[in-house]
Nanobody, 118 residues
Framework: QVQVVESGGGLVQAGGSLRLSCAAS??????AGWHRQAPGKQRELVAT???????NYADSAKGRFTISRDNAKNTVYLQMNSLKPEDTAVYYC??????????????WGQGTLVTVSS
């Protein structure tokens, strides 16, 4: 059984940094991503990373956030710097595991809350 567990959220002042972790278990994973959902808003993509570590970022994350992965630990990270109050949201990890059908199995984490105070 595959699952993902996020950690690293918390309260930080504007301008500060946090690193989120998403540990996958049960299998190695192909691509992964971080999404976030602020109160009253729709969930939005923050960043993605492929198995070969090719990355993609939302405009709001470019230059401040870095997604990375450690395949030996089966973990994906989101380093967030220069945090702003508008970054306050629940952050979700999304991981795609390979299957025998050829279609990846998409698994979401439970979410971790990031609160940025002004």
């Amino acid at each position: 059984q595959v699952q993902v567990v996020e950690s690293g959220g918390g309260l930080v002042q504007a301008g500060g940094s946090l690193r989120l972790s998403c540990a996958a278990s049960g299998s190695f994973f192909n691509s992964a991503g971080w999404h976030r959902q602020a109160p009253g808003k729709q969930r939005e993509l923050v960043a993605t990373i492929t198995y070969g570590s090719r990355t993609n970022y939302a405009d709001s994350a470019k230059g401040r956030f870095t997604i990375s992965r450690d395949n030996a630990k089966n973990t994906v990270y989101l380093q967030m710097n220069s945090l702003k109050p508008e970054d306050t949201a629940v952050y979700y990890c999304n991981v795609k595991f390979p299957t025998t059908t050829g279609r990846d199995l998409e698994v979401w984490g439970q979410g971790t809350l990031v609160t940025v105070s002004s």
